[in-house]
């Protein structure tokens, strides 16, 4: 899982900030530091976040109980406390300048192993972010004692790591025995969800994003397979479309959901009961391709997934009235156990209008409204800050 948000974690910690030798600028370093932050993320990882105001050149070692981050040519910054997370392996950050070069000592409550490559990213400027390094890690065994001291760092290597490419998955709701809701012209949810779900794929696929759907047929999947699916494609967003009905006829508009164990109110329950009813319709000769992934998540882990989703799902809310499409009476994001959402991706179930609704249900068979919920949507995930 590839989830790291700014804000996903309470910041508890006064971050010590500790110059051990920091020079006169009688030079002129090229880059220079902007932040530090860490975060933790699911899996039990810390992360450290080193925001820089251009591309960071790096090269890391591993002493006792550290880690050192050394960055060539470029600048500390007194003027920033670090941001620190509860939970992490971090105890304290420190900046030590000596010439151009800044160090970032990483003071570790247990030593750590050399860091992977895959678990070490260079992202692009987006929003309110300059460049930042992204190191994740883990504590380790070995390696991290017979690592260099900080004194034979060796020699600063360009980064090469691309920006990552985000990788959405969107599942259609329903499909193969399962219709979902269907409205009185007979225009059935897991129709229009798949159509919605394809057009989706292809304008976040154009936008930059790597798109997978859970299915891309008429077909019949668990819920629990669903979620399964954005575990395996490592996915850093995930959301479910659906359609709504409802027992009044002139009950419209779309609905956002995130999960929750509890629903926040009545109608936001017996909606879950219903979306997760679909997996009670037996199919002949289905079979399981995966057990059902076990999510043993800590809370804290479980309190990232949520806040994060939340953030996704606020901001969709707010896309899809910007795009003037009716909004169900309510509060912007609602919670409930939905199945589907069981897992470690954020994400959100997104009720695209009711199907109960005659007009309404017009307007989600129509090609023209489809494309503006797309439309919507993509604006939600292209401005959600996957990145810390
Ligand atoms: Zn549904």
């Known amino acids: 899982m590839k989830i790291s948000r700014r804000g996903a974690l309470k910041i508890t910690g006064v971050g010590i900030l500790a110059l051990t030798a920091l020079p006169r600028m009688a030079f002129a370093a090229r880059n220079s530091l902007r932040s530090l932050r860490t975060g933790v993320q699911p899996g039990g990882k810390t992360r450290l976040v080193i925001e820089t105001a251009t591309r960071p050149s790096y090269s890391l070692s ?19 406390s670090p941001k620190l997370a509860s939970g992490t392996l971090v105890k304290s950050l420190a900046q030590a300048q000596s010439g151009d070069t800044l160090q970032i000592i990483v003071n570790l409550n247990k030593s750590i192993a050399p860091i992977q490559k895959s678990q070490i990213m260079v992202l692009e400027p987006n929003g309110d972010n300059d460049y930042r390094l992204v190191l994740d890690f883990v504590a380790g065994t070995g390696a991290a004692t017979a690592a260099p001291s900080v004194a034979a760092t060796t020699p600063a290597k360009k980064s090469t790591t691309p920006a990552k ?19 009185r012209g007979g225009t059935r949810e897991k129709d229009v969800v798949l159509s919605v779900a394809k057009k989706l794929k292809t304008k976040l696929d154009a936008n930059g994003f790597q798109t997978y759907l ?7 999947l668990k819920l629990a397979e669903r979620a399964a699916i954005a575990e395996r494609k490592k996915a850093d967003l995930f959301i479910s479309l659906h359609a709504n009905a409802n027992p009044s006829r002139k009950m419209k508009g779309f609905s956002i959901y995130t999960l929750s164990e509890k629903a926040s109110d009545e109608e936001a329950k017996k909606l879950a009961e219903a979306e997760n009813a679909a997996d009670k319709i037996g199919v002949e000769g289905f079979t399981e391709f995966e057990e059902n992934i076990r999510i043993a998540l800590s809370s804290l882990q479980q309190h990232a997934v949520a806040e994060m989703s939340e953030e996704y799902a606020t901001g969709c809310a707010k896309y899809f009235k910007k795009s003037s499409i009716e909004q169900q009476p309510g509060p912007d994001v609602r919670h409930a156990p939905f199945a589907v959402l069981r897992s470690t991706v954020p994400g959100a179930l997104l009720e695209l209008g009711h199907l109960s609704n005659a007009a309404e249900e017009k307007l989600l068979k129509s090609s023209a409204h489809q494309d503006k919920l797309v439309a919507a949507i993509v604006k939600s995930v292209k401005n959600y800050n996957f990145d810390v």
């Open 165 to 183: 490419k985000y990788i959405i998955v969107v599942d259609a709701g329903h499909g193969g025995k399962d219709p979902g809701c269907i409205g």
């Open 62 to 80: 591993y002493p006792a109980n550290q880690l050192v981050v050394t960055l060539p040519n470029t600048a500390a910054n007194t003027g920033i």
């Open 214 to 220: 859970t299915r891309g047929g008429d077909t019949y």
